[in-house]
């Protein structure tokens, strides 16, 4: 190369590091009932941080799925083809039990272990995670039919892959997708027009059309139509136990700002064969076991793309000089970096209490449950709003290099808004906290009794859950204000658990910060006094 050409002042590779060296993520496991698992979260950690992996993550989402809607004779086949990497990542996430295993696993903890192995194996690539949760919120629906949660929950618990249209008896394994929305109504599923109507056989046929369906090649779907009763919750097969094809047919995919590696359709149901879920008329309620695992798992994948970001972001600043020191060590940088990677300890932190919830809740835990209920709403809303923002910075950080495909950071940042439309954008996951407080006060009780637990070592923080009482306490324009009030809900909930369990130099900064007063609208803006050493080491990627 001509001496122009020298190449220094670069970052090397990545390389391979120990993804779940991350204290956060491991203390919250300990902590939350699942330290039996650290040996199968460690091996899913060393996988999803290896270059290997990073590289299937980065083919998955070059060659994107391609719709066929007919084979070479004519006969309409309506399937997805996807790039050979996809699958080998959906192998191993049903494999190590990401999907629907939990349900199956008597253990305190299975629901937390799975929060961990699904939040490292999100990190290099998020894509694919969408039928992998939408598998494990499928058994709880189901379950409001027992003779259909009997004959689908071992396949869509076991951990085979087995991908492919079959008959679902043939197959190893099932997973489950969910096709709701319409589009007219959006997130307002009551207003629905997809029509379901009885049958002698003891089924019904739907007629309609699907607006967003996510995985349109899994094997089962969970939807809504309108019976006769009302608003009516279904499970569709994609094919029919004789083998034969269900009437569902794959309009288009849709050509997404990212997720690029998960096929995303419109449904058409032409007299498809449905089995009835729960209720007739009782669709809503049917789903909301669903919807809080789905919510869940939209603060997990938040949470791993934070993650990701950071480790990018500190292992470019660690190897890149700029005026005359090492980019990690100026000191504005190390207030970004600082500040970048308090989000993502407070966010994993939030994750692993959420999961813990989730798993005693399961197990017949009422006040966590009660807890879990506006919990959950409450990270969806604010894990996933910050995302977006983190991961702009986090790209920033690496200037022109972070701007390129190459980086990875791109992608990421493409990535980082689905979690917080899926499931209900901002305003439909605010909505729902305020309805959950009028609908069930004992989930307010359960979520105050929580804050009150870190109370009397924090002024910022005792201040800030006083704010929130008051704020509660003024229902004057609750809508209007929603938003405010469940930020506001959601920073005393990670402070709450940081205060408690974090190291005390990393909640005295969260707290000063995000509630003292002290910090600004863009990330670095962390006050004075705060140990950016300690945090960035908690941080720091490990070989």
């Keep these: 190369m001509p001496p122009t050409h020298e190449v220094f002042n670069q970052a090397p590779p990545l390389g391979d590091y120990a993804a779940a060296d991350d204290p ?8 939350e009932g699942a330290g039996w698992a650290e040996p199968e979260v460690r091996e899913v950690g060393d996988a999803a941080g290896s270059e290997r992996v990073r590289a299937w993550g980065e083919s998955a989402n070059t060659y994107t799925p391609v ?9 309409r086949v309506d399937e997805v083809d996807y790039q050979p990497a996809y699958h080998v990542l959906m192998d191993q996430a049903v494999e190590q039990g990401m999907h629907a295993a939990p349900w199956a ?92 109507v009885p049958t002698k056989e003891g089924h019904h046929l739907l007629t309609g059309h699907k607006w967003f369906t996510s995985a349109p090649m899994s094997d089962l779907f969970l939807t809504l139509a309108q019976a006769p009763e009302g608003l009516t919750c279904f499970l569709v097969p994609r094919v029919l136990e004789d083998g034969g094809r269900n009437a569902l047919y794959i309009q288009r995919l849709k050509d997404k700002l990212g997720n690029r590696s998960n096929a995303s359709a419109e449904l058409e149901y032409d007299g498809a064969v449905a089995h009835l879920v729960g209720e007739p008329g009782r669709g809503v309620p049917t789903i909301i076991e669903m919807v809080n695992c789905t919510r869940l798992d939209c603060v997990i994948g938040s949470a791993a793309g934070m993650r990701a970001a950071v480790v990018h972001a500190l292992h470019h600043a660690e190897h890149r000089g700029a005026f005359g020191a090492a980019l990690v060590d100026q000191p504005l940088m190390r207030n970004v970096l600082a500040d970048l990677a308090l989000e993502s300890e407070a966010a994993t932190a939030l994750m692993t209490r959420l999961a813990g919830a989730a798993d005693r809740a399961v197990r017949g835990d009422e006040g966590e449950a009660a807890f879990r209920r506006l919990a959950v709403a409450v990270g969806k809303f604010w894990v996933t709003k910050r995302q977006p923002a983190h991961a702009a910075e986090a790209l920033e950080c690496l200037g022109g290099n972070g701007y390129v495909e ?27 906290v305020l309805r959950a407080m009028g609908r069930n006060p004992e989930s307010l009780e359960a979520f105050l009794a929580e804050l009150g637990t870190a109370g009397g070592v924090d002024d910022h923080y005792d201040a800030a859950v006083k704010r929130l ?17 469940v930020e506001l809900m959601a920073l005393t909930l990670q402070a709450s658990v940081l205060l408690r369990h974090a190291p005390t130099p990393v909640a005295e900064a969260f707290t000063a910060s995000r509630l003292g007063g002290e910090w600004g609208h863009v990330f670095g803006t962390l006050p004075r006094g705060v140990d950016t050493g300690l945090i960035l080491d908690r941080a720091r990627p490990h070989r």
């Design 105 to 196: 696993d008597g253990r305190a903890g299975a629901h937390v272990a799975r929060a961990a192995k699904f939040f490292l194996w999100s990190q290099p690539e998020a894509g694919h995670g969408c039928p992998v949760s939408m598998t494990y919120a499928a058994v709880p629906a189901l379950r409001h039919s027992p003779e259909l949660a009997r004959r689908y929950e071992p396949l869509l618990t076991a951990r085979a892959y087995d991908f492919g249209l079959r008959a679902p008896h043939t197959k190893r394994g099932l997973l489950a997708g969910m096709s709701m929305t319409e589009k007219q109504g959006g997130s307002d599923v009551r207003a629905n027009t997809t029509r379901a």
């Design 469 to 485: 009482e008051q704020s509660l306490g003024d229902l004057d324009e609750a809508q209007y204000r929603a938003r405010s009030v």
């Design 24 to 31: 956060a993520l491991l203390e919250g496991l300990r902590r």
């Design 406 to 432: 190459e980086s990875g950071m791109p992608r990421l940042f493409r990535d980082s808004p689905l979690n917080s439309i899926w499931e209900g954008s901002g305003n439909v996951a605010a909505l729902d």
């Design 67 to 75: 719709l066929r809607t007919h084979d070479r004779y004519g006969h």
